[in-house]
T-cell receptor, first 112, second 111 residues
């Protein structure tokens, strides 16, 4: 079975540019999560969706970050404009609601 | 809110020995607890989870123990192998959705 799919795996961009990260959850999972991992702050939940509806976005750092889930098989996390402090590994995870979350391989974002 | 801490940031054990990784949490209302393994360059990999109506759960070579009285969680790995070398995270939530992660313990297996 395919796991959570994320693209791109690596992204290098200049400050001020728009960045879009993509995620395809595991088929049949109805919850989707976006996390950010840094050395300083560890793994932090940014936002999560149940049945394509955003439930909690309290972890989104600021208005420059936005996330969408137009359908059950696709989600995006957008940063506009990007800043060097956004450099991190971004993970998408999915689950059946109330059960264990499965993580994707992550997108390593570098903003110069 | 919830906070999660680990007792040791690093742990080194001999191959074949048992490993115990500990975790403490703050919110007594938390009812879902989960352990992940993360290898370099990869996403966290689910190991085992436990809910607050249990105090022990076993998997293949792993056991999770939950002590709700002192808000303590541990992961035991039996007969550790070189492939067990990784960073191990505990995470805690109410309702299995909004996970709060600890900082992780790096486990090193010595030959």
């Amino acid at each position: 079975d395919a796991g959570v799919i994320q693209s791109p795996r690596h992204e290098v961009t200049e400050m001020g540019q728009e960045v879009t990260l993509r995620c395809k959850p595991i088929s049949g999972h109805n919850s989707l999560f976006w996390y950010r991992q840094t050395m300083m702050r560890g793994l932090e939940l940014l936002i999560y969706f149940n049945n394509n509806v955003p439930i909690d976005d309290s972890g989104m750092p600021e208005d420059r970050f936005s996330a969408k889930m137009p359908n059950a098989s696709f989600s995006t996390l957008k940063i506009q404009p990007s800043e060097p402090r956004d450099s991190a590994v971004y993970f998408c995870a999915s689950s059946r609601q109330g059960y264990e979350q499965y993580f994707g391989p992550g997108t390593r974002l570098t903003v110069t | 809110g919830e906070s999660v801490g680990l007792h040791l940031p690093t742990l080194s054990v001999q191959e074949g020995d048992n490993s115990i990784i500990n975790c403490a949490y703050s919110n007594s209302a938390s009812d879902y607890f989960i352990w992940y393994k993360q290898e370099s360059g990869k996403g966290p990999q689910f190991i085992i989870d436990i809910r607050s109506n249990m105090d022990k759960r076993q998997g293949q070579r792993v056991t999770v123990l939950l002590n709700k009285t002192v808000k303590h969680l541990s992961l035991q790995i039996a007969a550790t192998q070189p492939g067990d070398s990784a960073v191990y995270f505990c995470a805690v939530a109410k309702g299995a959705q909004k996970l709060v992660f600890g900082q992780g313990t790096r486990l090193t297996i010595n030959p």
